[in-house]
Structure formats: C-alpha cells, structure tokens
C-alpha cells in the first residue's frame, strides 16, 4: 500500500500521488515505468526513473486510467488520499 507520509517530492498537488522510494516500509517507487508509460499524461520519472504524479486526473475517464496503473504498479506505490 502506498504511503501518504512518504510521497515523492515532486507530485503535484491533489489526491493523487506517488511514493518517494526511499520509502522505509518498502513501498516506494521502484522505477518500474509502468505508470509513466501506461498513462504518460499524468506521471512522469525523476532523473533516477522513479515516478510522480504530474497532472492530477478529474474525469472518470482520466480517474480510470490512473486506476489501471494504481493496481498495475508492482509495488503499489501510487494511492489516492482523497484529498
């Protein structure tokens, strides 16, 4: 599960996010490229491949793409707090 105490730096403001990999919990990015390569209009890799969220989705179709990538990262580390 992603963690919202621990999200990468460079996301954009919103609900949306992604976690840094230095995670202690383990559940940071591991620069898979899924995410980014899944749904390139809204996560984007650092200079070390990890992702963040660049654009925060608002239609149910952008929140549905940005679903597939949630459950497709190998680590789980996108989430959604909701806020």
């Known amino acids: 599960m992603s963690n919202k105490n621990k999200k990468h730096q460079q996301n954009i403001a ?12 383990g559940e940071g990015c591991i620069a898979c490229n899924v995410c980014y390569s ?18 925060q989705p608002t ?16 680590v789980a580390s996108i989430g959604n707090d909701g806020q």
Do not use: H, R
């Open 38 to 55: 899944g749904a390139p209009e809204f996560f984007a890799e650092d200079e070390n491949g990890n992702a963040f969220v660049k654009k």
């Open 14 to 25: 919103g609900s949306w996010y992604c976690t840094d990999p230095d995670d202690d919990k």
């Open 59 to 74: 239609t149910p179709q952008e929140i549905a793409l940005c679903e597939e990538q949630m459950d497709a990262c190998p």
